[in-house]
């Protein structure tokens, strides 16, 4: 019963708001230079959530009035709210132009300069590729401001692409998903969880780069992500490297020779006694001994995770070569099963 009544006087509420605003609009038409009907407009459509409107109502007032440092300072909190802390600086500085010891003015200007100023360092850092230092930054940030939901989103999205960019699957994935929680219609995030799935689960990537262009069509970078994931699921059903080995996308050629080393002792054919065990390890030193040879091959490797199969016969387009494995490569040498370690 309680409940209905609220809802009930919330209703009132919002369409007395309306109707005032239709009464207003009449006012100002024929008074336009007069602030406190603006004000008043202001007041309403903050009631009924039109926070934008309210910004256009406040703005004249600033000049409507003589040393109006309330609606600046009002302005600049508004403009905080909804996300544009730019705006908001711009405006708290012209209360206090107006009068620089305001002290609610200057209480708001440390805060929004805070922001700011922490925002600002961590896409420059982005810029610069240090992803560990603007996370840091926008971690800072949330702490700064946790009250205002679109500034922990935003960082939260920030973040998710900054482990995403520095190869750390683990944790940009778990980011991402909590960033795409937050914020389900924001394609950038899916594009960042792509990316991180890319090295782990191919069809999770091809899932988000499909959800993310849904949302925006003309993205060229999504269609070409898209593509890309779609190559790496196809390829990964014929032969993939990296599972052959068992070592992430991102490994680097250290961890590749090293994987490489491993499963060449464990599968190397003299280990064998029976001519099926030989033939069948024969088979698997043959991978992985070619999978090395791709990985540890910047020009091959870059083919791989493009979704190409550098020695699939059908993508040398002119080569004439035919054979199992395209390239100058014996992994045997002369038949005694010799190998670099």
């Known amino acids: 019963e309680m409940g209905r009544k609220l809802l009930a006087a919330g209703q009132l509420a919002e369409a007395l708001s309306h109707y005032a605003i239709a009464l207003l609009e009449k006012v100002i038409e024929v008074s336009p230079w007069d602030p406190s009907a603006r004000e008043l407009r202001a007041e309403c459509y903050l009631e ?11 703005k004249p007032t600033t000049k409507l009035r003589n040393d109006n440092r ?3 300072l009002k302005l600049s909190k ?19 132009k107006l009068d620089q010891d305001d002290k609610d003015c200057f209480s708001h200007y440390k805060q929004v300069k805070k922001l700011s100023r922490q925002l600002e360092m961590a896409e420059e850092l982005i810029g610069e590729q240090r992803y560990e230092e603007a996370i840091e930054k926008y971690e800072a ?3 700064t401001e946790p009250l205002v939901e679109v500034y922990s989103k935003r960082a939260k999205e920030r973040i998710c692409h900054c482990f995403s960019k520095s190869q750390r699957t683990e944790e940009a994935i778990s980011v991402c998903t909590e960033a795409h929680r937050r914020d389900p219609q924001n394609p950038l995030i899916l594009q960042d969880r792509a990316e991180a799935f890319i090295n782990e689960e191919y069809e999770k990537a091809v899932e988000d780069f499909q959800l993310a262009k849904e949302m925006d069509e003309e993205n060229e970078e999504l269609k070409e992500g898209l593509e890309r994931a779609q190559k790496l ?12 080995l068992g070592v992430k996308r991102n490994a680097n050629k250290q961890e590749v020779i090293k994987a490489y080393r491993k499963l060449a002792q464990q599968w190397h054919p003299d280990n ?20 090395k040879e791709v990985l540890t091959d910047p020009e091959m ?10 020695l699939d016969p059908e993508n ?13 490569f014996n992994p045997f040498g002369s038949g005694n099963f010799q190998f670099k370690f």
Request: charged share 35%; aromatic share 10%; with cysteine.
């Open 48 to 58: 009924v959530g039109d926070l934008g409107k309210a910004v256009q109502d406040l």
């Open 301 to 310: 490797r870059q083919k791989v995770d493009a979704g190409e199969d550098p």
């Open 141 to 143: 940030s949330i702490k």
């Open 316 to 328: 040398q387009q002119g080569s004439g070569h035919h054979q199992h494995w395209p390239f100058e």
């Open 272 to 291: 064998f006694q029976s001519e099926d065990e030989k033939r069948e390890a024969e088979k698997k030193f043959i991978d992985i001994a070619a999978a």
């Open 233 to 244: 699921l196809k390829q990964s059903k014929k032969r993939d490297y990296y599972k052959i």
């Open 70 to 72: 309330a609606a600046y």
């Open 78 to 96: 508004l403009y905080y709210s909804m996300g544009d802390h730019a705006e908001s600086l711009n405006h708290v500085r012209e209360c206090l």
